[in-house]
């Protein structure tokens, strides 16, 4: 299974974007789901995560300005991200455990396949 992400792009300084993560269809259902960016030279870093039930945690570095939050009936988890930095600039993937509602199973771990986000003037 792998997760559609979407949202990213190239913004200003002190702009925001909203990035989008959901399943390949509604037989898939998003659980607990993680935001992850990556430069090149450095590994992946855990930005925000939120659980099924919606307890929210975030790498200190982005506490006030990013927001992560999901929608159980549109399926989809979101990262609102406010007041852009440079060193916010980084490919942005989802990672999430998703159940296939035709059986019942949890697939842990599905990632996205990376949205860009490019924070520039």
């Known amino acids: 299974v792998q997760l559609q992400a979407s949202g990213g792009g190239l913004v200003q300084p002190g702009g925001s974007l909203r990035l989008s993560c959901a399943p390949p269809?509604?037989?898939?259902?998003?659980?607990?789901t993680a935001w992850y960016r990556q430069v090149p030279g450095k590994q992946r870093e855990l930005v925000a995560q939120?659980?099924?039930?919606?307890?929210?945690n975030y790498v200190d570095s982005v506490k006030g300005r990013f927001t992560i939050s999901r929608d159980n009936v549109e399926n989809t988890v979101y990262l609102q991200m406010n007041s852009l930095k440079p060193e916010d600039t980084a490919v942005y993937y989802c990672?999430?455990?998703?159940?296939?509602?035709?059986?019942?199973?949890?697939?842990?771990?599905?990632w996205g396949q990376g949205t860009q986000v490019t924070v520039s003037s």
């Open positions: 990672n999430a455990d998703v159940m296939d509602l035709r059986v019942g199973l949890t697939r842990s771990g599905a």
């Open positions: 269809g509604r037989i898939f259902r998003i659980d607990d």
């Open positions: 939120i659980t099924r039930d919606g307890s929210t």
